[in-house]
């Protein structure tokens, strides 16, 4: 019978490394079944599952690959893998595979820790681990500054209790103040081609219709029907227009200081630069106004826009709005649409929001990401995003920092 074996060879990174024991291993005829390497610190570990043909010797070639270890400085592990046990390891290729990400601005041990002992608890087995984010230095002077750190693990299995799994996620996330995702690994998840977004703070910091009623003196009163309605506790509608009507009679030239105030959340431009340049398409869809969501379309190069028109009458707002209210079931609507035009599965879409309106969006969307969301959203949707800026959303796709465009 043909002889399985596991070398693993362990060290400091070289180059030549992988081809000098390849090519010892080639004079054998082996077939390579399985081949992994990672780098961690200078430090290379590399694993390879041969399989020894019956006309070969196993001896002359552990020999030779010890030989060929030693003349690398590299260390050397042998060991032999049964047929039963590898069959059992081919019938695993099969099984649903997911993806965890874990995001924050430092990873420590008990957050993987905790992390892990969930996924194994749920029976998930990880396959790999990798770390999409750059190197943090830890210089004093730049210790204290906005990073972020991502690993990702690769698991296989089907949680027993897929919503349990989920909320002990959530759990753990608000506990070590991170963020964890749960994915299916699927073909979607790597094909993603459209993005949508909420724009009041989510795209910008403030909520645009509480600074124009800031200017229009009745800062109080809108402020807590914005917040009534993003907690779920209105009807979107009814809210909307009586916080339009309340600011009749403002003047419109504040329409544009505002504008000019207007602070962009962490991570905007890096984020919408880099999918424009992956070739995503990018919507807003806004229950604000348009006046300011068409300024950061052409600020930062959104493919469509759709939000609220002010009615403005003699440089004066009239306390109405034109046309059809963008409310969560028009964003639901909206996201279809588009993707429609743009021959995109919805599958294929990331739809991002903060409040209860962009809920249904949210849930249609192949991944909906809840962002620095009040807790009924975070709950509701299926990823979330608090500890880090919009760039975070890069990391749920894949992306590593060493691929920016």
């Not at 430092?106 to 750059?134: F, K, M, P, Q």
């Not at 914005?226 to 979107?236: S, V």
């Not at 340049?277 to 950061?296: D, H, N, R, V």
Request: proline share 2%.
């Amino acid at each position: 019978m043909n002889e399985i074996i596991l070398l693993t060879i362990s060290g400091k990174d070289k180059p030549g490394v992988t081809s000098a024991i390849t090519q010892t291993l080639a004079n054998f005829d082996v077939n390579i079944l399985d081949i992994g390497q990672a780098v961690i610190h200078d430090t290379l570990s590399l694993g390879i599952l041969v399989q020894v043909p019956v006309q070969a010797e196993s001896s002359p070639l552990l020999r030779d690959v010890l030989f060929k270890a030693h003349e690398l400085d590299m260390n050397v592990r042998f060991q032999p893998v049964s047929d039963e046990a590898y069959e059992h390891w081919v019938d695993g290729q099969g099984k649903s595979r997911h993806i965890i990400t874990l995001l924050g601005r430092r990873i420590r041990a008990n957050h993987i820790a905790s992390v892990t002992e969930i996924a194994a608890r749920h029976g998930l087995n990880i396959d790999n681990i990798s770390r999409l984010s750059g190197r943090i230095s830890l210089k004093p002077e730049l210790v204290d500054q906005k990073n972020n750190a991502c690993v990702e693990f690769s698991v296989r299995g089907i949680p027993a209790n897929a919503s349990a799994l989920r909320e002990e996620f959530l759990q753990a996330a608000s506990e070590y103040d991170v963020d964890i995702a749960f994915q299916k690994d699927d073909i979607y998840r790597r094909n993603r081609r459209l993005v949508v977004f909420d724009m009041d703070s989510t795209l910008i910091e403030a909520e645009v219709i509480d600074e124009l009623a800031r200017y229009a003196g009745v800062g109080e009163q809108v402020a807590a029907i914005t917040e009534a309605a993003m907690r779920g506790e209105l009807d979107f509608n009814e809210s909307f227009r009586k916080r339009v009507a309340l600011l009749k009679g403002l003047d419109a030239g504040v329409l544009e200081e505002i504008a000019q105030s207007l602070r962009l959340t962490e991570g905007v431009e890096t984020l919408v630069s880099q999918l424009k340049a992956l070739g995503f398409k990018t919507a807003i869809l806004s229950g604000g106004f348009t006046y300011f969501a068409e300024g950061l379309q052409r600020r930062l190069g959104f493919d469509y826009v759709y939000a609220n028109e002010l009615d403005i009458q003699e440089g004066k707002v009239t306390g109405e709005v034109k046309g059809q209210i963008v409310n969560g079931e028009r964003k639901a609507q909206l996201l279809r649409e588009i993707a429609e035009k743009e021959g995109v599965r919805l599958e294929q879409t990331i739809a991002v929001g903060d409040g209860a309106n962009d809920l249904p969006m949210l849930s249609i969307a192949g991944l909906g990401i809840a962002f620095r969301a009040k807790p009924l959203v975070r709950q509701s949707a299926k990823q979330s995003i608090s500890t880090l800026g919009l760039d975070g959303i890069l990391y749920l796709i894949g992306f590593r920092d060493r691929d920016e465009l």
